[in-house]
C-alpha cells in the first residue's frame, strides 16, 4: 500500500500512508486510538473503497470494488466481532456464499461437511462441522473464520484484535495457528492493543500518528518504551504527573518500561466536588486522592 489517503467528510483520517507485508511475515501496524491503523486495514480488506493512493500485490496494481472483490485477489479480514452466523453450522458458515452444490441448485452437504473437516483439522478443531456456531467458545469461533479464509485460498491475513476474548490457552493455542500459517507463506497483518503479543509474534511493526506514518521497524530491534514513544510522539517520562520524579527531567523508570507511567496517568480520575476541595489545599508535587475517609483526603 503506498500513499494511501482517506477523509470522511472533513476528517482527514490518513495521510499518505505506505505499508507493506511480506508473504510469510507477521506483521502488527501499531498507534493510539484514532491513529488510522483499523481504516488502513479496512481499504487493504475492500472494505473503505474511496480512498487515494495504490494497493499492490505481488507488485502488481490492484483497486478493489468491496470484500469479495479482495477475497478473490487473497486478502481477507477477521474482525474483533466475528462475522458468523450463530444458527447455521461450521460447514455452513465456512463455505457460506460459496457453497459446494449438486447440480445446479442443491447444496451437497456431506462434500461441504468433508471439505469443511479438512480445513479445520490442521486448525486441531475438535469439534464435528457440523456443529452450531451459536454453540460454540469463542475460541473456537476464530478457528472457524480462519478455517473460513483458508477455504478461500486466502494470501494476505489481517487480524483485528483476534485475542481480546479469549483465556490465555485460547491466545496461545491461536497464535501457535498464525505462526504456522505465516511457515506456509500467508502473509499475517496482526493488530493488538496487548503490546506483549506484538513482541511474542510480529516480526514487524508499523507505527501510525493521527493517520500519519511515523515508522516500519523490525520488532529484534526496538522495546516496548521505543513503541511508546513513536506512538505518543513525546519521551515516556512526559506521562508522569508534573512534579513526580522524571517528570520533564530527561529520566525514566527503572527499565524504560512504560507500565508505571500509564498506571499514573490513570488516577486522575473526576473526582466529586468535595474531592476536589481538598485536594485543591495539597501541594502539587503530591498525589491527588481518588477518596476520603472520615471527611479527611
Known sequence: MRDIRKSFGSVVVLKGVDFTVQAGEIHAPMGENGAGK??????????????????????????FHGTRDATRHGVAIIHQELNLVPGMSVAENIFLGSEKVRGSFFVDR????????????????????????GSLRIGEQQLVEIAKALSLHIR???????????????????????RRLAGEGVAIVYISHRMEEIFEIARAVTVLRDGALVGT???????????????????????????????????????????????STASQTKASPGSRRASSRRPSSTPRPVRKESGRA
Open 38 to 63: 483499523s481504516t488502513l486495514m479496512k481499504i487493504a480488506g475492500g472494505i473503505h473503497l474511496d480512498h487515494d493512493g495504490e494497493i499492490a500485490i505481488d507488485g502488481r496494481p490492484v483497486r
Open 156 to 178: 494476505i491475513l489481517i487480524m483485528d484484535e483476534p485475542t481480546s476474548a479469549l483465556s490465555v490457552g485460547e491466545a496461545e493455542r491461536l497464535q501457535a495457528i498464525i
Open 217 to 263: 521497524v523490525p520488532v529484534a530491534q526496538t522495546s516496548r518504551a521505543d513503541l511508546i514513544r513513536m506512538m505518543a510522539g513525546r519521551d515516556v517520562q512526559e506521562f508522569f504527573h508534573r512534579g513526580e520524579p522524571g517528570a520533564g527531567n530527561g529520566r525514566t523508570r527503572g527499565n524504560g518500561d512504560a507500565e508505571p507511567p500509564v498506571l
Open 110 to 133: 456431506r462434500r461441504q461437511l468433508q471439505a469443511a473437516a479438512e480445513f479445520l483439522e490442521p486448525l486441531n478443531f475438535r469439534t464435528s462441522p457440523a456443529t452450531l456456531v
